[in-house]
């Protein structure tokens, strides 16, 4: 029953995310909020011209006039539109600037972390049960590796297991973000989803990691753990891994409903090398889990010979069984830490693999982070120098595999990485580089 003219007045004193708030009550607020001469007042103090006419005082700077045709000649919305869009194309400016420098080991942006804090990025969980009801988890801790970043959501609230249909995962930015303070959990934002998971029958269709004497740990392709009590066979906790290629993107730039679709690479032909697409690889290798790392290095000039191509695979040696001199030991004793409000363990043999694979020029090739586990192997170890338990991972996708051998030395209660192969689908390599093999 207020008049418009009185609720207009009280309009005018708000930001911009209070304003879009207000237009979100109903159909007579959002065509007042949308007023072009409360957004011109906003857009004109945020975006102020940087040009001023030559030879005046600092104070006659050009300013758009409030009683031009820009505010009169204007459908309503336009000035909330422009300015939504130019505080949109600010943040990617900002961002991209953030990640143009490359960490020469990785071959990945060095600043992704102050880049994920500059576009306001954080990250949910949506849980649909069989009724269709939402449920949605966005409390959650970050942290951040060389390589990638994992979210642990933990809540005592969560839906019974034995109703949920589907998780997705999805990537939230603020439409307008304010550096100077903290994102508001009730104002506009974008939903960008990056992955969407089954959970009929979690226990039969994902791979089991392991368990503790609390929880149960099983794999959701790619990159998300479910963490399940023993007893009640309900969620404990639900941690994601993610790599850091292209992680913004996928974060940012999907919708609501779609994923991100990358955009192919390019071959650039190479018709004086033989061997193009072949040789000089790097890979950075990350394990670790959760707060502890196991094991952090970098791998330069691996290479394939053409004998080694089999099955649809290309094979690259990064540490050979025979080879001694490059056995790498791991730090510390391979486990997979969890934390909920109320308990925290360790769930031992299971890690979280974090694979960044470059090709000859420094570009990401192939990357992943996802959570592995080790098998105790029926073998022995010949080796005279390591005579122990032989322990495996392998992890496979897609686009390739990664298969790991490890002894594990009782008398210094260490394990050693004495095999460490790479397989890359010829399919990958073919259309990376044009070639065919």
């Not at 903290?182 to 089991?208: F, M, Q, W």
């Not at 540490?319 to 109320?342: A, M, Q, R, Y």
């Not at 925290?344 to 000859?360: I, R």
Request: glycine share 6%.
């Amino acid at each position: 029953s207020m008049p418009s003219e009185m609720l207009m007045k009280i309009f005018s004193y708000l930001d911009a995310v209070s304003l879009l708030c207000v237009g979100c009550v109903n159909k007579h607020f959002y065509h007042l909020a949308n007023d072009n001469g409360i957004w011109l007042k906003i857009y004109s103090s945020c975006f102020r011209p940087k040009r001023t006419i030559w030879k005046m005082k600092s104070e006659q700077t050009e300013t758009v006039s409030l009683d031009c045709a820009a505010l009169h000649d204007r459908k309503p919305g336009y000035w909330k539109k422009e300015y939504i869009f130019k505080q949109i194309a600010a943040v990617k400016t900002r961002v991209m600037r953030l990640v143009k420098p490359v960490d020469p080991y990785t071959g990945l942006p060095c600043k992704n972390k102050e880049a994920i804090k500059a576009s306001g990025l954080s990250w949910i969980i949506v849980l649909k049960d069989n009724s269709g009801k939402e449920h949605i988890m966005e409390k959650a801790n970050l942290s951040f590796k060389d390589t990638s970043v994992t979210i642990l959501w933990c809540s005592t609230n969560w839906p019974c297991l034995d109703i949920l249909s589907t998780l997705k995962l999805f990537g939230v930015t603020p439409l307008l973000p304010d550096r100077s303070r903290d994102p508001s959990k009730n104002g506009p934002c974008r939903r960008s989803l990056i992955a969407e998971y089954h959970l009929a029958n979690l226990t039969e269709n994902s791979v089991a990691l392991g368990a503790d004497k609390l929880v149960q740990l099983f794999s959701l392709n790619p990159g998300v753990l479910v963490g399940v009590w023993k007893e009640k066979n309900e969620i404990a906790f639900v941690m994601a891994s993610l790599h850091y290629h292209q992680l913004l993107e996928r974060s940012i730039l999907g919708s609501a409903t779609v994923q991100y679709a990358l955009p192919p690479n390019k071959p650039v032909l190479d018709d004086v090398d033989p061997e193009y697409g072949l040789h000089d690889y790097s890979l950075h290798l990350d394990m670790h889990g959760g707060s502890c790392t196991y094991l952090c290095g970098t791998f330069k000039s691996l290479f394939c010979r053409k004998g080694d191509i089999a099955n649809g695979y290309l094979r690259l040696t990064v540490v050979n069984l025979k080879d001694n001199t490059k056995h790498l030991p791991l730090i510390g004793t391979l486990g997979l830490s969890w934390e909920t409000e109320v308990f925290k363990g360790k769930v031992k043999d299971c890690y979280v693999m974090d694979v960044t694979l470059l090709d000859e020029t420094g570009k990401p090739f192939w990357c992943f982070s996802a959570p592995v586990y080790m098998e105790l192997s029926s073998k022995t170890s010949s080796l005279y120098d390591y005579m122990g338990h032989i322990y495996t991972t392998d992890y496979a996708d897609s686009e390739g595999k990664v298969c790991v051998e490890l002894v594990w030395l009782e008398e210094t209660k260490e394990y050693f990485i004495v095999n460490l192969v790479l397989y890359i689908s010829t399919r990958k390599v073919n259309n990376w580089y044009g070639t065919n093999y």
